[in-house]
């Protein structure tokens, strides 16, 4: 399973979004490895336009869908404290997004450079689109 990022899933329903992306998160949903969580939804669908919230409402009800639950954000909190403590500012999203991709151990896809720099910290697994896709190894 790959946890997508709403940078991803955003990218992704651009008209004029970057193809590699597209791609990838087509290939994604083909295999049905795709999957998102409660701060990717609010990302997703909170900002979505009047006119797509229901089409993009039916279309995301039938992909594997993560809850978050109250363990989630206490291992947010530790993981926010130890990026801070290492003095590194990221998104508080970013780090609940990648503390469930931690604790659930899938890769993530996103092409948000802050999800890069948590990997760098962290065991956090990268999804790189490919053939098969993969993810870096010395990400974990």
């Known amino acids: 399973m790959v946890l997508v990022d709403s940078s991803a899933w955003i990218e992704a329903l651009r008209r004029n979004g970057d193809l590699r992306v597209k791609l990838a998160v087509e290939a994604l949903l083909d295999a049905y490895e795709a999957q998102w ?16 919230r229901t089409r993009l409402g039916h279309w995301f009800s039938v992909i594997p869908y ?24 990221v998104p508080w999203l ?3 997004i990648s503390a469930v991709a931690l604790h659930d151990n899938v890769r993530l896809y996103a092409v948000d450079a802050h999800f890069r720099e948590i990997s760098q910290r962290t065991g956090l697994r990268l999804y790189e689109p490919g053939y098969g896709g993969s993810y870096t190894p010395e990400n974990g």
Do not use: F, M, N
């Open 37 to 52: 969580c409660s701060p990717i939804r609010l990302e997703v669908l909170g900002g979505a336009r009047r006119e797509e």
């Open 94 to 96: 970013d780090v609940l």
């Open 66 to 89: 993560r809850p978050v639950r109250e363990e989630d954000w206490e291992r947010g909190v530790a993981l926010a404290w130890r990026l801070r403590d290492g003095g590194h500012d």
